[in-house]
């Protein structure tokens, strides 16, 4: 049982290019969701989605777009790269009904110069 | 809105010794209040959860009450260990939020030293 794994681990990326941040869970969970985390800051909700098809921003949305075509994959977009982009991000899953367990992959660490 | 402050780190321990982490809240409404632990180089998991005023959560040796008269949910461990070294996040989701959204603190890293 794999739970929610992302890819890639690790990526520098130039300003102005763009990229997806894979996100796979095997868990049949409805719910999931993208953060970033930086320094002394916790973690940010950037979207999140409750089944294929619906997705809605979180708290910092700017910069960033996604897709749910399918309750396993939940890929995260990054459109024209800044350095305020450069952060780790999490992927995160949890099942409906349950009060509050999220289950997080490894996350993926972005640079970008 | 809603928000989590926790106790600035690092939190430096010997082994044995007792840790807590303090954590404070504010919701509009009855939250459901959670300790997440993030080892080194992994994603965050669950601790301990507690969903409703003077539950207590606890696991691994951990515990944490819900305190709602002083929007409380303090982390207690009696005796840590090396092992436990990592950075704890206390969070909260809205009862009212169907979406399960978990709004975090800043995080506070614990080192434990031998």
């Known amino acids: 049982n794999a739970g929610v794994t992302q890819t890639p681990k690790f990526r520098i990326l130039k300003i102005g290019q763009s990229m997806t941040l894979q996100c796979t869970q095997d868990?049949?969970?409805?719910?999931m969701y993208w953060y970033r985390q930086d320094p002394g800051m916790g973690l940010k909700l950037i979207y999140y989605?409750?089944?294929?098809?619906?997705?809605d921003k979180g708290e910092v949305p700017n910069g960033y777009n996604v897709s749910r075509s399918t309750t396993e994959d939940f890929p995260l977009r990054l459109e024209l790269a800044a350095p305020s982009q450069t952060s780790v991000y999490f992927c995160?899953?949890?099942?409906?009904?349950?009060?509050?367990?999220?289950?997080f992959g490894e996350g993926s660490r972005l640079t970008v110069l | 809105g809603d928000s989590v402050t926790q106790m600035e780190g690092p939190v430096t321990l010997s082994e044995e010794a007792f840790l807590t982490i303090n954590c404070t809240y504010t919701?509009?409404?009855?939250?459901?209040l959670f300790w997440y632990v993030q080892y080194p180089g992994e994603g965050l998991q669950l601790l301990l959860k507690?969903?409703?005023?003077?539950d207590k959560g606890s696991n691994k040796g951990f515990e944490a009450t819900y305190r709602k008269e002083t929007t409380s949910f303090h982390l207690e461990k009696g005796s840590v260990q090396v092992s436990d070294s990592a950075v704890y996040f206390c969070?909260?989701?809205?009862?009212?939020?169907?979406?399960?959204?978990?709004?975090f603190g800043a995080g506070t890293q614990v080192v434990v030293t031998p």
């Open positions: 995160a899953s949890r099942a409906p009904g349950d009060t509050g367990e999220l289950f």
């Open positions: 868990m049949n969970h409805n719910y």
């Open positions: 989605s409750v089944g294929a098809g619906i997705t």
């Open positions: 919701a509009t409404g009855y939250p459901s």
């Open positions: 507690a969903t409703k005023a003077d």
């Open positions: 969070a909260l989701s809205e009862r009212a939020d169907s979406w399960g959204k978990l709004q």
